[in-house]
């Protein structure tokens, strides 16, 4: 018995280590196999360990120009000899006999193949021959060639361990917003708390692999396991012996180093999160990887690289592109142009959408383009990650509003990917969202049966469609929600094409994921409401708009209250175009206070490509159902209009920073908008009940006697004449004025120039951090002007801690305004001179009523930084409410009219006021100057937008309760859509080839792609068969032992003598 236990124990103890135990990673990597050898960059714990990970990726970035190399780029695809002809023939034309030029040699897989442009060298290039060759018919653009450096190191965090589930503020972050294109990656998370977690909570235990969170092992189970999808990882590289890759179909080096291996591990990881066939295992491990090493060793990239890799990503009919670089130059057009084709040849590109969050506008491209799937980043509980870039797209201001980005979220933080040269290690950041995502679109490429259906539009439908939607958290962060890769299988494999819209309705009660349209109700005289909408065409790359919109309002539910008109893309290229909606309240709603509905109907149609009659179209009808309160409109002193037209924003221009302290942070690109980088000052006047509107055209353009102040906030844009008089005329009639200015100088204009590779010339900014003397011809009428002064310094006023971060100050004001002053530092003076000087008494607040009866009030304030998100420091929402206090009721601030700190008003004759910088070439960005000969001039006041209202065709019915729920693509009900039978895989183990490591993990040698049982099930199993053959054992036991006849014992004969004695004793008893 002893013996059969001992062997029962040895059979249970070999079977344990055939199928090793999953538990949490800290008690994985406490007792690691012996065969396994850590990669070089040790890898990081993974996030359910107690602690986070002791080692942080520090992201470095810097570009220079490439010397006399241009990027020339054609019309169309050549042969090389065309395109030589054609750019020989250009430069003949320029005349410049001595001018030395020659094409450089790009030698690549791409060079024997046609191309679409030609990288040349031209020795001191004149502007002239520069616009000569891009006269050539045949020539579209000339741009300069660009030499990108991305630096990613991996050092001891200084911070000690914290818990993965701790709260957000336990964690540091800091945020460096390079603006040209860089990976997207992170060491650590910093997570944004959504407020659904507020009290004590079972922390759950984190999973191990991300592929099998989102439940890849149920399709794997199915026989999808990426098989003939071709995915690329443009990145840096990949060895060619890495144990976790079975099927690399090719590896193509577009850098000048003679290697195609992964010299960083960056580009190991990504293609390890795609399609890792095991230890930290990928989604789609059958797929055909295509490394594209675009990144040298020491992480250096060109432009021209880039082009040629997308040029071949075309050629070979790629279909998944994983993209983890972004920058915030949605204007760079030899890039963004090459995106646009390859996914007009079918390629699904899937980039990240950027690290610049917590701050809103700060998305990066191309993930902020319609035809490219953007990814944001969540934690392991579900929370938007800090650094996840939000929403909006800043590509539509200031006229228009942004579209909803990122399209969906998945996992970002603390994710396992394959090592440098076997082993996993972990990371944090979109770039690492991207390739789950990437994974994920190759997974389920490989479950549709017709492909053909499997285009840029379609994926993205799926994915939004199915996406889970986070409570408490809006769309420009969320997007459509988490990615659901089980229910985006269910509608991929149900899907017929036809269009759909993002966002799919317009609920402006619904918060907050509906922000910012839900925090403002809408009523009659206000400005109209816009929502972006993007349309994709699932049916074809290209399409249009059948005849106009149609709106429907629901008499029942009051949507005959609503005016709508609708502008449209003309044409829908490549898969997707855009259809704005402009809601406004119609007059006989006036005092009214209610909700509204109705819908939009559109209609798309598309060439069909396999139509048996010539001209046939494919046409799908969508429905965007609309939802408003109204209320009635409120008084004027409640009512704020903020100037967005005169905001101009990188690109195109450079428009510097508006704090020079963030030298990391070099240009203004986040939108100046009240919904993007002034957000929380937006939410601050809300929640003081402020109704604050946004105005995209001129001054000319509102009707002032509705708004008891307009805000103006670091304007750099000019002023047209007719806007100017306006405004004097607008004040008179008892309209306020506040302006929140920024520092201007012109020597430190010139401080701060920087060579620019799109140029290749040096940029030195056309205004400050605000056009200073735009606006003193603004304000000049009441003997008002700002300074060139460039202050900053810490003080108090009105017993509030205040910065004031280069700011400058007032030159003039009347001399019965109240102006405050404060001690500061003279920032322009260190910044020239490198020199630390104090100035006494500088004005940077000034109040003012103006004489005339019934006019209205004029406040000035030197800096905008304490309400702008970018880069504050100290806000003074405070003096904000001070200041409207002071321009809607006239009601003067004790704390500010009784000040220590006031000071007579400055008459400014002692020093001239600043003047525009010679040479500057705003113009060339402005909505309101033109070139001309000398100075540049004013350009003609454009027409105000005329909105064209849709006639409405009412409907008497019921709109729908819910629209969120009420919408489906498809009219697919996933509820009804079952999943199919289980096949069932025997395990399959490939023996090691040679070089390869014998450290298998999970699933101990077998192919994830044939066969993925959750190991950790099986344990408990065995463990119930062991115990019932030990059981059985015990039971046979006794049964034998119950049934076996009993032996009788042999009787011993006893003597004769006893015998007698017995019997002669029982007849006579002894007395």
């Not at 361990?161 to 945020?175: L, R």
């Not at 405050?820 to 003279?826: G, Q, S, V």
Request: proline content about 8%; overall charge neutral.
């Amino acid at each position: 018995m002893v013996l059969f236990l001992l062997l029962a124990s040895a059979l249970l103890g070999l079977l344990a280590g055939l199928f090793p135990a999953v538990g949490t990673e800290s008690e994985r990597e406490s007792n690691p196999r012996p065969s396994y050898q850590p990669p070089s960059l040790e890898p990081l714990p993974s996030p359910a360990a107690s602690n986070c990970s002791q080692l942080t990726l520090k992201l470095d970035f810097s570009s220079e120009v490439v010397e006399n190399e241009y990027i020339v780029t054609f019309t169309g695809y050549f042969s090389a000899k065309a395109r030589s002809l054609y750019i020989s023939s250009a430069l003949r034309g320029a005349g410049d006999k001595k001018l030395e030029w020659h094409i450089v040699p790009r030698e690549n897989p791409a060079s024997d193949f046609p191309s679409d442009f030609e990288l040349i060298h031209i020795r001191q290039a004149s502007s002239s021959s520069l616009l000569t060759l891009e006269d050539h018919p045949y020539i579209k653009r000339v741009t300069p060639q660009r030499k990108v450096f991305r630096t990613l190191k991996y050092i001891p965090s200084p911070e000690p361990a914290v818990p993965c589930n701790g709260p957000p503020d336990s964690q540091k972050w800091q945020s460096s917003r390079p603006f040209r294109r860089t990976s997207l990656s992170l060491g650590s998370g910093f997570w944004h708390a959504t407020g659904r977690h507020s009290s004590r909570r079972l922390l759950r235990a984190i999973p191990r692999h991300v592929a099998q969170i989102l439940q890849a092992d149920v399709l794997w189970q199915m026989g999808h396991t990426g098989s003939g999808v071709k995915v690329a990882v443009f990145d840096t590289g990949l060895s060619e012996k890495h144990p976790h890759f079975k099927n690399v179909k090719e590896r193509t080096n577009w850098t000048n180093e003679k290697t195609l291996d992964d010299g960083l591990g960056h580009g190991t990881f990504v293609a390890g999160v795609i399609a890792s066939m095991r230890e930290c295992q990928g989604f789609a491990p059958d797929s055909e990887l295509h490394i594209f090493r675009v990144f040298t060793n020491n992480q250096v990239s060109y432009t021209s690289w880039f082009l040629d890799a997308f040029n071949y990503a075309i050629l070979k009919k790629i279909d998944v592109l994983n993209l983890s670089i972004g920058g915030p130059d949605f204007m760079d057009h030899p890039f963004v142009d090459k995106v646009w084709e390859l996914t007009a040849n079918k390629v699904i590109m899937v980039s990240a959408i950027g690290n610049d969050g917590p701050l809103y506008g700060t998305l990066n491209n191309p993930a902020d383009q319609m035809d490219v799937i953007g990814v944001g980043g969540i934690d392991f509980e579900d929370n938007i990650a800090r650094f996840s870039s939000r929403g909006m797209t800043t590509w539509e201001l200031p006229g228009g509003y942004g579209r909803v980005k990122p399209d969906i979220v998945t996992y970002g933080s603390g994710v396992r990917g394959s090592g440098l040269k076997e082993g996993c290690r972990s990371l944090s950041g979109t770039s690492v969202a991207s390739p789950v995502v990437a994974g994920a679109v190759t997974l389920l490429a490989s479950t549709v049966l017709n492909r053909e259906l499997v285009n840029p539009a379609s994926m993205k439908q799926a994915l939004i469609a199915s996406a889970r939607r986070l409570p408490g958290v809006n769309m420009f962060e969320q997007g459509h929600g988490k990615l659901d890769l089980i229910r985006a299988y269910q509608i991929l494999n149900s899907y017929r094409p036809q269009a759909s819209l993002s966002p799919s309705y317009i609920d402006l009660t619904e918060c907050p994921y509906m922000w910012p349209y839900c925090s403002q109700p809408i009523y009659y005289g206000g400005m109209p409401t816009i929502v972006n909408v993007t349309i994709l065409n699932g049916m074809g790359v290209t399409g249009r708009i059948v005849d106009k919109p149609i709106w429907q309002p629901y008499l029942p539910q009051n949507g005959d209250n609503i005016d709508v008109a609708v502008s449209y893309s003309p044409v829908l290229w490549p898969w997707a175009g855009y259809l704005a909606v402009s809601i406004s309240v119609a007059k006989k709603a006036a005092s009214w206070e209610g909700i509204a509905q109705g819908h939009v109907m559109v209609t798309v149609a598309s060439p069909a490509e396999n139509d048996s009659e010539v001209g046939g179209e494919l046409t799908s009808t969508v429905k965007l159902p609309i939802k408003v309160k109204i209320v009635p409109t409120p008084p004027r002193s409640k009512r704020v209009l903020w100037d967005q037209y005169h905001n101009l924003r990188y690109p195109p221009g450079y428009f510097p920073r508006d704090n020079l302290r963030m030298k990391n942070d070099p240009l203004d690109w986040n939108g100046d908008h009240i919904h993007t980088n002034f957000r929380d000052m937006y939410q601050h006047l809300r929640s003081m009940g402020y109704f604050v509107e946004v105005l995209g055209a001129p001054l000319t353009c509102f009707d002032a006697s509705q708004y008891g102040t307009l805000l103006m906030v670091d304007s750099e844009e000019e002023y047209f004449p007719e806007e100017i008089t306006k405004l004097r005329r607008d004040i008179d009639n008892g309209l306020s004025l506040i302006i929140f200015s920024d520092w201007y100088n012109t020597s430190v204009m010139r401080k701060v120039k920087f060579y620019d590779e799109n140029t290749r010339q040096w940029w030195m900014p056309d205004t400050g951090g605000a056009n200073v003397p735009a606006l003193n011809d603004l304000i000049s009428v009441w003997g008002m002007a700002f300074s060139d002064g460039l202050y900053e310094g810490d003080f108090t006023m009105a017993d509030h801690d205040m910065y004031y971060a280069s700011g400058c100050s007032i030159a003039r004001f009347p001399e019965d305004g109240i102006v405050i002053a404060k001690n500061l530092k003279d920032q322009g003076l260190e910044v020239l001179k490198q020199e630390t000087a104090v100035v006494e008494g500088v004005p940077i607040l000034g109040l003012y009523q103006t004489p005339s009866e019934g006019g209205g009030r004029i406040a000035l304030y030197g800096d905008s930084n304490c309400i702008d998100d970018s880069h504050r420091q100290k806000d003074c929402f405070w003096l904000l409410d001070a200041l409207l206090q002071y321009t809607s009721y006239s009601m003067t601030p004790p704390s500010l009219s009784h000040s220590h700190s006031r000071v007579a008003p400055p008459a400014g004759a002692e020093r001239p006021l600043p003047q525009r910088l010679e040479g500057n070439h705003l113009y060339r960005y402005s909505k309101v100057l033109e070139a001309h000969l000398g100075d540049p001039k004013p350009r003609p006041l454009p027409a105000c937008p005329h909105l064209s209202w849709a006639k409405p065709q009412p409907l008497n019915e019921t709109a729908p309760s819910n629209l969120w729920k009420q919408q489906k693509l498809l009219s697919v009900d996933l509820d009804k859509v079952a999943l199919p039978n289980m096949k069932s895989y025997r395990p399959q183990v490939r023996p090691l080839s040679p070089g390869e490591s014998g450290a298998w993990d999970i699933p101990g040698g077998i192919m994830p792609g044939r066969y993925n049982q959750e190991v950790g099930q099986t344990i408990p199993v065995f463990a119930f068969l062991g115990a019932m053959v030990v059981l059985s054992f015990f039971v046979v036991q006794l049964t034998k032992a119950k049934s076996k006849p009993k032996r009788r014992k042999p009787r011993i004969k006893r003597p004769t003598y006893l015998q007698q004695q017995t019997a002669t004793a029982g007849k006579n008893p002894t007395v």
